[in-house]
């Protein structure tokens, strides 16, 4: 063995009589692989309307709703998440949440379906780093490999038993939607269970 | 753990559903609920069919779209054979067989329920 090759010293010193080199933690063992920060002040609106107003509902909110189950659509930074089969998360921008509640209850479609601004009663984690994925799967049972589910997934499902909507943004970027109330718990649940991670808690969005 | 596909979200933990017992009551109509005895309303009310075989039965999506669909479930293997929307009835012949075998298909109150016509206004 060469002198200059680094070791990797796990019961190698039996096998030589060199001394070897001190190990340094690389950067990335060190280094935070989770950010956790809070999307403070989104818009949140629940929307229910049957398929067939579905394309006009889309027109007021400039956001198409999906029409595909446990999918998002986005526009112009406007997140539209399917709940149900004629159930829908709007997130929209901070302080958009009463305009466009305001233009859908006074649109002609207000017999047909209903509105109600949920901003406050949801709190919206947003999650981001290489590791993001295996910190979520401690606790949420569904599959969340990268072909399973990628950008623009969407799942309802239970995270550390606490009911949350996961949203995948990206690869390694998730926002997790869950219950004021429980906006707490969820938070203290990921910082214990990405301890091995490193955590980095920021305040910008 | 079950894994139970609901029909919106896909296949699920049992554990994010809840289970809404026998499906298929009928609530015997207003018009004639007043004229059956206590013993006829209490078909509909209280009892509750118990097979060791093929049940079907109501679910609820709850931690998911909260969504209720009806489940042909086999209450020996757990072995579920049909899922089909809430207010229909099983399309396989199993779960056609378990509806038809039912002894509620021959209660009064179900029958009272079924061939009451609504008077038009
Ligand atoms: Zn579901």
């Not at chain 1, 039996?14 to 818009?43: N, R, Y």
């Not at chain 1, 709703?65 to 406007?78: H, I, Q």
């Not at chain 1, 997130?91 to 209850?105: C, D, V």
């Not at chain 1, 869950?178 to 718990?185: D, G, K, M, P, Q």
């Amino acid at each position: 063995m060469d002198e200059n090759t680094p070791h990797i010293a796990f019961g190698c010193a039996a096998f030589t009589d060199k001394k070897l080199p001190i190990l340094k933690k690389p950067e990335f063992l060190t280094a935070p692989q989770i950010e956790l920060s809070e999307i403070p002040h989104l818009g949140k609106l629940n929307i229910r309307c049957d398929s067939i107003n579905r394309d006009e509902v889309s027109k007021l909110i400039q956001c198409n709703l999906p029409a595909e189950p446990n999918y998002m659509s986005n526009k112009a930074g406007r997140f539209a998440v399917s709940l149900g089969p004629d159930e829908y998360l709007l997130l929209a921008e901070p302080g958009s949440e009463s305009q466009l509640e305001q233009i859908l209850r006074s649109s002609h479609l207000l017999e047909h379906i209903s509105v109600v601004n949920v901003s406050d009663a949801f709190c919206a984690i947003r999650l981001s780093g290489i590791k993001v994925r295996e910190l979520l799967s401690k606790g949420c049972p569904i599959d969340l490999h990268p072909n399973n589910f990628y950008s623009n997934r969407t799942a309802q499902c239970e995270l550390a038993l606490a009911n949350v909507i996961l949203i995948c943004l990206e690869d390694n970027e998730f926002v997790c939607i869950c219950r004021t109330s429980f906006a707490e718990y969820v938070l203290d649940w990921c910082i214990d269970a990405g301890q091995e991670y490193g955590i980095l808690i920021s305040k910008k969005i | 753990m079950l894994r139970i596909k609901c029909p919106f979200c896909g296949y699920r933990n049992e554990s994010e559903f809840s289970c809404g017992g026998e499906a298929h009551i009928a609530r015997p109509s207003a018009a004639v609920s007043d004229k059956l005895t206590d013993s006829t309303f209490s078909e509909y009310l209280f009892m509750r069919e118990n097979p060791k075989g093929v049940f079907l039965e109501r679910w609820c999506h709850t931690s998911g779209c909260r969504r209720w669909f009806n489940v042909a479930r086999d209450t020996v293997t757990h072995q579920i054979y049909e899922i089909y929307p809430a207010g229909k009835t099983p399309k396989t012949t199993i779960g056609k067989k378990a509806y038809q075998v039912n002894w509620r298909r021959k209660s009064k109150a179900e029958v009272a329920s079924k061939y009451l016509k609504r008077t038009p206004k």
